[in-house]
Nanobody, 120 residues
Framework: QVRLVESGGGLVQAGGSLRLSCAAS????????MGWHRQAPGKQRELVAT???????NYADSVKGRFTIFRDNVQNTWYLQMNSLKPEDTAVYYC??????????????WGQGTQVTVSS
């Protein structure tokens, strides 16, 4: 079984920063792509950022230049550094990972979500 646990959410004022973490544990053989999504109230879940096994990154236009995704392959952890936060960044943030488990099956796993609230 593979488990993803997020941490680092909270309440911050506009212009502030937060760093989210996503730690993967369990029956992991390898981790390919990793990512972050978010879902604001009344809206669909949207992609925020992704990073591949070769550390190639991709960002939603709305966060480019403000957010940075990076990974620690030794710790099986990836992060989302969020700077210059805006009230419209308020959402539940979910991490996900394309993970090959020890049964050699490659699946998409999701974390439980962490709330980020940006006050104006």
């Amino acid at each position: 079984q593979v488990r993803l646990v997020e941490s680092g959410g909270g309440l911050v004022q506009a212009g502030g920063s937060l760093r989210l973490s996503c730690a993967a544990s369990g029956s992991i053989f390898s981790i390919n792509a990793m990512g972050w999504h978010r879902q604001a109230p009344g809206k669909q879940r949207e992609l925020v950022a992704t990073i591949t096994s070769s550390s190639s990154t991709n960002y939603a236009d709305s966060v480019k230049g403000r957010f940075t995704i990076f990974r620690d392959n030794v710790q099986n952890t990836w992060y989302l550094q969020m700077n210059s936060l805006k009230p419209e960044d308020t959402a539940v943030y979910y991490c996900n990972g394309e993970i090959r488990n020890t049964a050699r099956a490659t699946l998409i796993y999701w974390g439980q979500g962490t709330q980020v609230t940006v006050s104006s």
